[in-house]
């Protein structure tokens, strides 16, 4: 990140160790911090240490936080949620709670429907509700009178208008609406200040024959035709990062791959390895989620588990759909008594109480917790209040959010949209 006037390095990036004044990658993958080459100290956002019974704070690999988790404690229960799940901070072992109001950040766990905090554009009223702070498509304004209108939208008369050719004119001039001013991603802006489309894989460009960055990074590379015009390339195989003069030349491996003099080499299959040593390549360094490190081999855990602690296979911290983490045991739903049954279906996750009951913390997506189970969200819907199952909190895709917290349907063969129309098309469209 910093060099000194010798051409060393003062200080590394992120997430990458100083070695005798170099910069060297980090084995363990989705490490903020790192020991040494193949011990982490601390994970990015989303990810826990994977910590032995035995361990001294450091790790050769980092698992992701169980779902809808923003970042976790040293045993896996939720800190922090993602959206639209409260993101206020939780003490340990407290799941994570959607909030009545979709337009809120933070509410309370005992009454989700007092709001503690709004999302932008909308305020908090003193009874804990939000509220739009100006007019539909405003950010900033006078009372009723807008004075600032969000993209693809153009100030009218104190009031915003849609952009005539939304949404691919992210901004348009006030006074000659049909002209763009700014073009949403994957557009560029052409001598008739339309919005033109990059070529299919291109996310940022300046003509159809200019890309700056792929949709897909992972395995190609943009190779220069001439000084106006690039075009892709695919690296080699279990490469992620190659040269952009030479597509065989590989930086970055895939998982279950090590790099040995610029190319990507497997490590021996029956390791599981995701990391492995170059010199031998069926010692592993670190693990697929799903397996833990042993004898310098992965193990896989044994099904129904899909996570589970280091040095045993039955011991599990997360399970597979259909199953309910009881202890450190999955326990199949369609087991249980029927009492429990009928409460853990549809359920994602649950925990076993002092008293030895199976209560769901997460229901399935399309589903949201009631007081009688995990109840079915209409239509469209992933997230849904629980006290009224037809305000959508978020939409699956093929459909989008309306201000009236319904999940509306996208034209035929769109796979995302919004209220201007299609965002992206399905697969041949």
Request: proline share 6%; glycine share 6%.
């Amino acid at each position: 990140m910093y060099c000194s006037e010798d051409n060393t390095c003062a200080i590394c990036s992120v997430g990458v160790l100083s070695i005798d004044s170099q910069c060297v990658t980090c084995n363990v993958p989705n490490c903020l911090v790192c020991y040494d080459n193949n011990f982490c100290a601390a994970c990015g956002s989303g990810y826990i240490l994977d910590l032995p019974s035995n361990s001294s704070n450091q790790s050769t690999q980092c698992v992701l936080c169980q779902s809808p988790c923003s970042s976790c404690y040293d045993d896996g229960s939720c800190m922090a949620c993602q959206s639209p799940y409260s993101m206020m901070n939780l003490t340990q072992d407290s799941p994570c709670f959607l909030c009545l109001d979709p337009n809120c950040i933070n509410c309370s766990s005992s009454n989700p429907g007092m709001c503690f905090n709004c999302s932008e554009l909308y305020s908090l009223t003193g009874s804990g509700t939000c509220q739009p702070s100006c007019p539909a498509n405003c950010l900033s304004c006078n009372g009723t009178t807008c004075t600032n209108c969000s993209n693809y939208y153009y100030l009218s008369n104190g009031m915003c208008a849609a952009c005539p050719n939304a949404p691919a004119c992210q901004m348009c001039s006030p006074t000659n609406p049909s002209q763009c001013t700014n073009c949403t991603q994957g557009y560029f802006l052409s001598s008739t200040a339309t919005c033109q489309a990059c070529a299919g894989y291109c996310q940022v460009c300046s003509s159809a024959q200019m890309c700056y960055t792929l949709i897909n990074p992972v395995g190609y590379v943009l190779v220069s035709i001439n000084a106006s015009a690039n075009n892709i390339a695919a690296c080699d195989p279990g490469c992620i990062t190659c040269s952009s003069s030479n597509p065989q030349i590989c930086s970055v491996c895939q998982g279950g791959y090590y790099l040995s003099s610029s190319v990507c080499t497997p490590c021996t299959a029956a390791s599981l390895c995701m990391t492995c040593s170059s010199s031998a390549p069926a010692v592993c360094i670190s693990c697929f989620p799903g397996t833990f490190l042993s004898n310098n081999v992965c193990v896989q855990c044994q099904l129904p588990c899909t996570s589970c602690a280091s040095g045993n296979a039955t011991s599990c911290k997360a399970c597979a759909l259909g199953y309910v983490l009881s202890g450190s045991s999955c326990v199949a739903i369609s087991t249980l008594p029927s009492n429990s049954a009928a409460n853990l279906q549809n359920c994602a996750n649950a925990f076993n109480t002092p008293n030895n009951t199976l209560v769901c913390t997460l229901c399935l997506q399309g589903y949201t917790q009631t007081t009688v189970g995990c109840a079915p969200c209409i239509l469209g819907c992933l997230s849904c209040a629980s006290v009224n199952l037809t305000s959508c909190i978020s939409c699956a895709p093929g459909y989008y959010l309306t201000s009236k917290s319904v999940c509306q349907g996208c034209v035929s063969n769109c796979i995302e949209c919004s209220a201007l129309g299609c965002l992206s098309c399905a697969a041949g469209y």
